[in-house]
């Protein structure tokens, strides 16, 4: 059976807790909402929260966004961990993308910011989400990365409590729902997937302990398993890892010459593998004993 919770903000007012707690099975808190000059925290959260607390109310928060910048929305991602510092929360941290002036930004720019917001509080331990309209999803957002990397709550009012099963995590079906002990309307919300028992089963380490030696990754990077450029940046920064510290570690383990083999992929080229570790095409044709530079085959090992 699918679970019924509200997701509230300062325009809510002062909820009686006691009251809505027989009607719901989790709520989700706005925290307050950041911006490309200043952030403000909610002005009822720390209420809101310490309530949910007091009555064993399942909860995650989320944030309202105006940002436009990757570099400001990593600021702002760690000002929202830092607001939860000694705080627990049984649901994600939702990053809320459906402002307006952010449209212009164009689909792969907003998703980069979701991405960049996320990878920060997924650092700081948090299972991190999005949280956008149908229009939004649909033609603002790449829809299909957000799903792969992170749980997804979206807004359609009007539609079947079921209508989004199996294709996102939460549904806020209405804005005009009815609790007692909430004095205006408020969003109402079917979950799906079971977050708060993924969540709870989740490991518990931390990301730190789940991160492979800096020197490892390098080796990772060199053989060519994150790509290159941007792609590589992201892939590092989405896993944890300090793009620039990789970098660092790579050009450490080329310069000192250490054996390093490279497995061929395809469409790879004697001359591509030559320029991306600094050598030449002669000196991995002496290396390897290659007759024909011309003529290499995926799988094949070469070292550098």
């Not at 944030?63 to 702002?76: F, G, H, L, Q, W």
Request: hydrophobic letters at 30%.
């Amino acid at each position: 059976m699918n679970k019924i919770g509200i997701d509230v903000s300062s325009h809510d007012g002062n909820i009686n807790w006691n009251s809505v707690k027989d009607n719901i099975d989790f709520a989700i808190l706005r925290i307050g909402w950041i911006g490309n000059n200043e952030n403000q925290i909610d002005e009822k959260f720390e209420r809101n929260y310490n309530e949910c607390k007091r009555l064993n109310i399942p909860i995650g928060v989320y944030v309202y966004n105006y940002v436009k910048t990757e570099a400001r929305i990593k600021e702002c991602a760690d000002w929202v961990v830092g607001l939860l510092k000694n705080k627990s929360l049984e649901l994600p941290i939702y990053l809320d993308m459906e402002d307006n002036s952010l449209t212009s930004l164009g689909k792969t720019n907003l998703t980069n910011l979701c991405i960049a917001f996320n990878t920060e509080t997924e650092k700081a331990g948090y299972w991190a989400g999005v949280y956008a309209n149908l229009n939004w999803y649909n033609n603002y957002l790449n829809k299909d990365e957000i799903k792969r990397r992170y749980t997804t709550w979206i807004a359609h009012y009007g539609v079947n409590q079921n209508r989004y099963n199996g294709e996102y995590d939460i549904l806020q079906y209405s804005d005009k729902g009815k609790i007692s002990g909430v004095e205006d309307y408020v969003d109402l919300n079917t979950m799906y997937r079971d977050l708060i028992k993924d969540i709870s089963e989740s490991t518990t380490e931390t990301p730190e302990q789940n991160k492979l030696p800096i020197e490892e990754v390098a080796m990772k990077v060199i053989n060519g398993e994150y790509g290159n450029g941007e792609e590589r940046k992201q892939k590092l920064e989405a896993e944890g890892y300090n793009y620039n510290e990789v970098q660092s570690k790579v050009n450490e383990i080329i310069n000192a010459n250490k054996k390093i083999i490279y497995t061929v992929k395809s469409g790879d080229t004697l001359s591509e593998i030559a320029k991306k570790y600094n050598t030449t095409v002669q000196t991995l044709v002496r290396k390897n004993n290659i007759s024909n530079p011309n003529k290499i085959y995926v799988g094949q090992k070469i070292e550098i």
